[in-house]
């Protein structure tokens, strides 16, 4: 298959929105990371996005919208279905990088929900992404570009890198802001939870609505809930709330090792792990973002991308405070070290 590179003008838009009405694949950029977008309620173009990045079926994807009108086809008992606080939260982060999660209405295919009663959804502010699924006239699944278990790409050349040859089309569009994906907020059950942190911290969301907002027990993760999707029999026995947490995930070809030392340590802890390598003939990269989480969270992916364009063997990151932004940053930081951290 050829991949159309395509632009964001008008006329390459409408191209994009025809095709994904037609059940064909369009990467895009949205504010979070470059989506991998189909008919959210077509089973067979969604049943494509799994195949071309290779994504585990139960594995669920966010239903993205442009227009808050939109939300209530999608939503088992209609606009009425959706409670008050969601209703707050929506008011306050949409369009934006937040997820939320709602029973599913019938017009919604299990292939989209991967089997599961409710679906995710989400306003994406991205102007581009916008457009896109107002020209296209349909709730858009789209999960992150990337072939399954890859740092997400957040810039038009990383989609490619993945997806040249195997889908219809890419959206050449900017560098992503946020840099890492939506939080996943849950308020189906008696008290919030974040199923997966992001931009918009537990904190931010508290002040909104009034109430305390928990993290999903298995964020706070430990090695034995990394699970290989190729191991059967530790997949079906492990069954966290938002399936994505259970697979391998952002992991580059190089090694990431996490550091997690004091300040005055850093410098001489990391010159003796180089030597180290260096005396193996291996190849060791840094990166430090000096606790700054945004702009850890808009780099993190970039630069673990071109790093293994590089050829690295070994990257070492330096660990972030995990208090808001930095929690959410770490949880990427964490998973594409397999949760190998050097004290
Ligand atoms: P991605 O498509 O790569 O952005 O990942 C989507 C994330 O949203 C995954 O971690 C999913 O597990 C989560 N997700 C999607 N739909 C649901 C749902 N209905 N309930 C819980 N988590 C969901
Ligand atoms: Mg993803």
Redesign the pocket.
Known sequence: MQTKRLSESEGDIKLAGEILRNGGLVAFPTETVYGLGANALDAEAVGAVYKAKGRPSD????VHIADIGDLGSLVRGGRDGIGRTAAQVMEAFWPGPL?L?FPKSSAVPDAT?GG?E???IRMPSNDTAHRLISEAGIPIAA??ANISGKPSPTTSNDVLEDMDGRIDAVIMGENCEVGI?ST?L?LSSDRPVI??PGVITSELISEIIGQEVFYDDTLLGTPGQMIDPQDQDALSSFKP?????KYTHYAPKAKVRLIEVRESDFTEKVSQLEQELREQGLKSAILNYNDNAKQAAKNLFADLRELDRQKYDVIFIKTLDKSGLGFSVMNRMLKSAGYDIIR
Do not use: Q
């Open positions: 594995n669920p994807m966010i997820t999660i929900t599961l409710t679906v995710a999960p992150s994906e996943v849950d199923l997966r709330k938002s399936p994505g947490v």
